[in-house]
C-alpha cells in the first residue's frame, strides 16, 4: 500500500502557502463568529464593536479575541519559516527531512490554532499551546541550522 503522503517529492515549499492558510483560519472564524461586530470596511474596529455587544457572551467574545490573536500569531512567524524552508532547499537538505520539519511546523500551528481558540477557556491548557508555538519555532530553527551546516 502506497503512503499517504509521499515524503520522496518535495512538499515543503507548497507547506509555505498551507502555512499561510493555517494562520488564516482563525480570522475567518473570528470574523464569522463576530457576525454583526464585524466590520469589512473597518475590520480593527472588531474589538471595540464586541465590546459594546452585549448579545454575545463574555466567552464568545473571548474566543474570538483568542481566534484574532491566532491568527496574528501565525502572521508573525510564517515569514520566518518560509525563508526557513527556502534556506533549507537551497542547501539541498535531503527531501525527506525538509519535508518532516515542514509537517511538523503545519502540525504545530494546528495544535496551537485549535488550544488557542476552542481549548483556552479552561486556563490549564495554556501550557500546551505554549508548547506548541515553541515546538514551531523549533521546526523554523532546525530548517536554519541544518541548512547552515550542509553549506
Not at 503522503?5 to 518535495?10: F, G, Q
Not at 470596511?41 to 448579545?55: Q, S
Not at 520566518?80 to 542547501?91: D, F, I, M, R, T
Not at 500551528?109 to 485549535?114: A, D, G, P, S, W
Amino acid at each position: 500500500m502506497a503512503p499517504f503522503l509521499d515524503l520522496s517529492s518535495n512538499w515543503s515549499l507548497h507547506s509555505v502557502p498551507a502555512a499561510f492558510v493555517l494562520a488564516l483560519l482563525p480570522n475567518f472564524y473570528a470574523s464569522m463568529a463576530a457576525g454583526k461586530n464585524y466590520d469589512l470596511a473597518n475590520p480593527r474596529k472588531t474589538e471595540e464593536h464586541l465590546a459594546k455587544d452585549t448579545t454575545l457572551s463574555k466567552q464568545q467574545v473571548n474566543r474570538i479575541l483568542r481566534a484574532k490573536a491566532a491568527a496574528n500569531n501565525g502572521l508573525e512567524t510564517i515569514g520566518l519559516y518560509a525563508a526557513g524552508v527556502v534556506a533549507a532547499n537551497a542547501a539541498k537538505l535531503p527531501v525527506e527531512t525538509v519535508n518532516k520539519l515542514s509537517l511538523f511546523y503545519l502540525g504545530t500551528r494546528l495544535v496551537y490554532n485549535l488550544v488557542y481558540v476552542f481549548l483556552q477557556d479552561n486556563r490549564k491548557f495554556a501550557p500546551v499551546r505554549s508548547l506548541a508555538w515553541m515546538a514551531g519555532l523549533g521546526a523554523i530553527f532546525s530548517l536554519f541550522i541544518k541548512a547552515g551546516n550542509a553549506l
